[in-house]
């Protein structure tokens, strides 16, 4: 605890390009998103802030008028899934938080190349989760506090300064749901800065602060200075608002998506608390 995160990343604004231009996006998007995945593995974990963040200040629930929010859309779905895992201000379902992360996934696929490497860990991240909460343990992986309960009391995790766990178990459920939680802050900051009063600017930008402020700690400084080329290739607000809500209208589609930054957000605060309260932000 005690560091503080570096100074957002300012990527110089996106311009419309193609030809030889894109072609030289691919190499640095590629090698992106592969130090990405690396990095998951073998860099230091910086712990996040205990105090959870108030981004958005909704009331009441959306309106069944807002199409985008419709259960049969991507992002109806994803709210639905994730508003139904706040068991209560303290606990998570976890089969609720799996399914909204599915349709997470589904939602990012097709935002560009910097949400890859998000989509591909989550999806190795949801599957070591999927096996826990069927497994013969399944009982004690029904909730956020019943795993930590369960995985504490039986030295499942790895607590720094603590005895390593046996390598033949599984990998932690705590451990693994951490990751997804980091990533989670990310998009959610992002989704919040696009409907916020900048939210008409650069979506790079947008997307770089958010980094900065969610993921960037946990990373290099070449993987941040690789993610700062990766978010010029950023789409803009309007291509971002069709994906979420086709066939609606902006303002619509804001909606849709202030509805989702603010489910997001209480995901995360509940996640957070959570993680604060057993002393687990720092987990390896």
Known sequence: MGLEPPPPLAPRAWRNSGGLCGLRLLLPLGVFAFLLYLSSRWLPVVPLSDRPRAILALQGSPSSKIH??????LLGRLVKEFTASV?????LKLDHYLAGWRELIRFLSPLGTVFSFVTQEATSKLSILDAHSTGPHA???ASLSTMASWELSRGLVDLPGGPAPDPSLPPSGLRTLLRLHRALHWVQLFLAKLVGPRGAGDTGVLCAEAYGEA????HSWLIRQAAGLAFLAMPPRGRLLNLACPGGREAEALRGFRWAAETLQRVYNVTQNEYAARGLLELP
């Open 68 to 73: 985008c929010l419709d259960p049969e859309i």
């Open 87 to 91: 068991a209560t201000p303290r606990d």
């Open 139 to 141: 009982a004690h992986y």
């Open 215 to 218: 993921l960037a700690p946990y």
